[in-house]
Structure formats: C-alpha cells, structure tokens
DNA sequence: TGACGTCAAGATCCG
DNA sequence: CGGATCTTGACGTCA
C-alpha cells in the first residue's frame, strides 16, 4: 500500500518544472527546459525518497511540447543518462510512478486529427516511461473522452482507437471514471471489452455517479478485478471537495479523518491511492504518517515544516503541540494533524502573523544588511497598520531565506500554504 | 464564444 | 532597474 501525490512539491527548492511559449519553443530553448525539468523531478523523486512516498505522478509538462514541436528533438539520446539515473533511482527505492494526460487528450474523437495528437501525447507519456526502463506497472492514466451526444458510438470509438495504439502505451494504459461524463461502469465496461484496468475515482463517481448507485468500497472492488499481475496492485484516486469552490474542485487538504474512514472501508488495505489535492507532498505525508506506526521524529518532522504557520495563526495551539510532542515515546499522530487542520480553518489575526514573522526574521536579523532590515521595518510596520498584506511580508522573508541560505527555513511550509 | 483547469510565461505597472 | 500584479497561453468539449 502507498500513498502518493501529483506533480508538485510544496516547500521543495529547485522542483519547480519550467515551460515556454510555443512561439518561443526552439530547439536550444527546450534543450535548457528538458535540463532543468530533469533536475527538477530528480529533487522530488530524492524528496520521496527520503520521505517514504512511494507513489508519485510526474507532470506531462516534464518535457515541454513533448508531443508536438519536441518530437523532432533527440531529447532521449541527450538526456539518456540522466533518465537512466532517475529510473535506477525510482526503482531501487520501490518507488511506482505515473503519468496523467490531461483532459485535452482526446483518444475518442471524431476528429480525426485530435484522436492523431491524442496517440501523439500517449507515445509521448510512454517513452518517458521507456527510457526510464519502467515495467508495466507504471502506469499512464488516461479519462475516456468526449460523449458527443452518443455515449455509445464514443465508448465503441474509444475501443477501436485503443486497439491501434503501440504494445508500450497499451501494456500501461489504464482508464478513470471521469466527473461529468464516463460515469465507472461506463468504465468498466469499457475495460471488460479491452482488458484496460480502471482506475476508481471517489470524487468523480460523487459528482457523476452510475445509475446503479452503490459505495465507493463496491466500485473498488470491481475495479480490482480489472488488474492482472503485470499491471502491479491496484490504484485508485483520493480526493475531497472544496466546500468553497465547484463541485469537482479539489480541496486545500486532505482532512484526515475523513480519509481514514474511507480507509478503513476498503476492500483490501493494500491498494494504491493518489492523492488529488492541492497541497500536495504535504497531504501525503500526513496520510502516510496517520497509516504507519513511524517513531516520533517523523511527527517532530512535520512540526518543524508547519511550525511558523500555526504559530501565525494560534500561540495557542502552538504550544499545544508543543506539549503533544513532548513524550517522546509517544506517537499521537491524530491528535497532531487535528491541530493543524483546526488552525486552518482560522482567520488571519494581524498580531500573531506579526509574531511569527518576528520570528522568521530573527533567522536572518544578525546578517541582513542595513537596508534589509529597513525595507523589512518598513514591510513590518505597513503590515501592523493594514497598509500592505501578509504575502508581500513573507515574499520579502522568502527572499532573505534564499539570500542566506536558510534551508530550516526554505523548506517551511510557511511560505507555501 | 466563454467556461472549464493548470501552471508558468509574458506583459504591464509601480516605486 | 527589480519586484509586484495582471493577463495570456495551450489543449478539446460543451453549454
């Protein structure tokens, strides 16, 4: 069993993937692009590495244009070293990865010339997979497309495109119940004529349920038996609705107790699940800490990343955990991440962020120059009288933290949540 | 024709 | 000039 998430990580330096415009695209420009993102995912697979995440989606942004003006690009032969590093890496830790076409990758179209570029982008997503030397139990997640007024011709449609598809993306292909249109047994039936395993998505079957309505362990356990030894253990996605937002939005975080409920109802405990949140690593961590009995350093981890950011937002609760904390036998991970998510929910209250940010510049206040400590006076005191908001004063200590180096800093989820 | 979603690039504004 | 903030892009479908 593991818990992953998709794309980004919050709080992690130099993850951040690049891209252009496609007017701007030339060769050396993508070249320079390919070098960083390379750099970039090698932070975030070392990042899960020495973190336990043994689940994770890589952005399709990975190669910028991948499927259209890079494909005349050798970016493989060029970079093959480093894919062949990274793959070394991702499977010596038992890591599995995935990729996720967006929802403009199209396999069912009409259009003859959108289902091309729909088998463009899948080449594409597989070849990364290749030249990682990845098995099968990679995956590429794929929704099913378009309903055209005509579910039936577009899933028939589906079927037939998929079969002209290369060995390499079929033997990794897997389908998702999507939010407005393929609702899971459309998938799963379409997976009963293909074999393509299906991925069970809980949020999407909430706001596009089958007809025959029935709980999410139900569809799981049909979904599970869509996947054969070669395609690895079953996965599904995890997410939860915004309550601020439309329905289909992601929300903020993963509230754990909700989650564990829906763990806990799973047909079988061993499954993997992707995280779709918004923020990210950090949900993950949590989920993966509240499921395993890890010691208390994990927990005393996770405080020194969320520190300034409950102390901004509640004294109060921050010497609660401070005092949770303290029997280092202990592991009161529930209790911990409760906080934190209560502390959330609060409003910004102008003198504790104050305080906290007095405390993140006493990181630098022995080395900033002069003119530093002016312009952050000057921020400081605009702040306390409501002339300038609270990112433009923490950008600044973000930018001293960069200046100094200040790794305790720089990781903190303080200037990221 | 705009909304949808996503993220960074690019453009523009400000001191 | 650097930094902050706003707009655009790239994709296909659907209302």
């Not at 070849?127 to 577009?154: T, V």
């Not at 029935?214 to 599970?224: L, R, V």
């Not at 800490?289 to 609760?317: F, G, M, T, V």
Request: proline content about 4%.
């Amino acid at each position: 069993m593991s818990i992953g998430y998709a794309c980004l990580a919050l709080g992690l330096p130099n993850s951040q993937l690049r891209s252009c415009r496609l007017q701007n695209a030339s060769p050396d420009k993508l070249y320079s692009l390919i070098q960083n993102n390379l750099a970039a995912l090698e932070s975030i697979i070392d990042y899960n590495i020495d973190n336990g995440i043994e689940l994770y989606r890589i952005s399709s942004d990975l190669i910028p244009f991948g499927s259209s003006v890079a494909l005349d690009l050798p970016w493989e032969n060029r970079f093959a070293e480093d894919f062949s590093r990274l793959g070394q890496k991702i499977k010596n830790s038992q890591m599995r990865v995935s990729l996720h076409p967006g929802q403009y990758t199209v396999l069912n179209s009409p259009k003859e010339d959108v289902v091309r570029r729909a088998v463009l982008e899948l080449d594409y997503h597989a070849a990364i997979l290749d030249i990682l030397g990845l098995d099968s139990s990679h995956k590429i997640i794929l929704h099913i497309g378009g309903g055209y007024g005509d579910k039936e011709s577009a899933k028939a449609r589906f079927l037939k495109n998929y079969e002209q598809l290369s060995d390499s993306v079929k033997q990794r292909l897997i389908i998702e119940n999507d939010g407005s249109i393929y609702n899971i047994e459309d998938v799963l039936e379409i997976s009963a004529s293909a074999g393509i395993p299906v991925v069970y998505d809980n949020l999407h079957n909430q706001t596009n349920p089958s007809p025959s309505f029935s709980t999410d362990a139900y569809w799981i356990s049909q979904a599970g038996k869509t996947w054969k030894s070669k395609d690895g253990c079953q996965k599904i996605h995890y997410s939860q609705q915004d309550p601020d937002k439309s329905v289909g939005a992601h929300s903020p975080t993963i509230e754990l107790s909700v989650f564990l409920d829906f763990y806990q109802k799973l047909p079988d405990p061993q499954i993997d699940i992707m995280l779709e949140v918004k923020d990210k690593n950090v949900s993950a961590l949590k989920c993966i800490n509240a499921l395993s009995r890890r010691e208390i350093k994990a927990l005393e981890k996770e405080w020194s990343l969320y520190k300034y950011l409950i102390l901004e937002k509640s004294p109060q609760a921050y010497q609660e955990i401070r005092n949770l904390l303290k029997n280092k036998d202990d592991y009161p991970v529930l209790e911990f991440y409760q906080i934190v998510e209560r502390v959330f929910d609060l409003d910004m209250n102008t003198p504790y962020a104050a305080n906290a940010a007095e405390h993140v510049w006493g990181h630098f206040k022995n080395q900033a120059t002069k003119a530093e400590a002016l312009v952050y006076k000057k921020n400081f005191d605009k702040f306390m009288k409501d002339e300038t908001k609270l990112p433009a004063l923490k950008r600044q200590l973000l930018r001293l933290g960069n200046k100094y180096k200040d790794d305790y800093l720089l990781h903190s989820y303080y200037f990221y949540l």
